[in-house]
């Protein structure tokens, strides 16, 4: 499975941006999609996670009622709607597939939450 993340940049505190994440290879294989980011400085963090079955949802405290997780099973492609941001979501984006308990990530895209 490769993952390819799309969508970063720089937005300013209290605005919005829409990640992409498309994967390719066995993607009939995945379970689970997810996002995880990582600040300067700090360890990756999980910020939220979908299945492919179903849709069930989990958030991460720092995004609940901001960030929204979403997936298009027909283009293998999963979406991080970020709404509200903060200085403290500064950070490489990463994207996260699950085939059964094995995890494969993608590159890294930048976000910027500066004034």
């Known amino acids: 499975v490769q993952l390819q993340a799309f969508g970063g940049g720089l937005v300013q505190p209290g605005g919005s941006l829409r990640l992409s994440c498309a994967a390719s290879?066995?993607?009939?294989?995945?379970?689970?999609l997810g996002w995880y980011r990582q600040a300067p400085g700090k360890q990756r963090e999980l910020v939220a996670t979908?299945?492919?079955?179903?849709?069930?949802?989990n958030y991460a405290d720092s995004g609940k009622g901001r960030f929204a997780i979403s997936r298009d099973n027909a283009k293998n492609t999963v979406y991080l709607q970020m709404n509200r941001l903060k200085r403290e979501d500064t950070g490489v984006y990463y994207c996260?597939?699950?085939?059964?308990?094995?995890?494969?990530w993608g590159q890294g895209t930048l976000v910027t939450v500066s004034s």
């Open positions: 996260k597939a699950w085939v059964r308990a094995t995890g494969y």
């Open positions: 290879g066995s993607t009939s294989s995945i379970n689970m």
């Open positions: 979908i299945t492919t079955d179903g849709g069930s949802t």
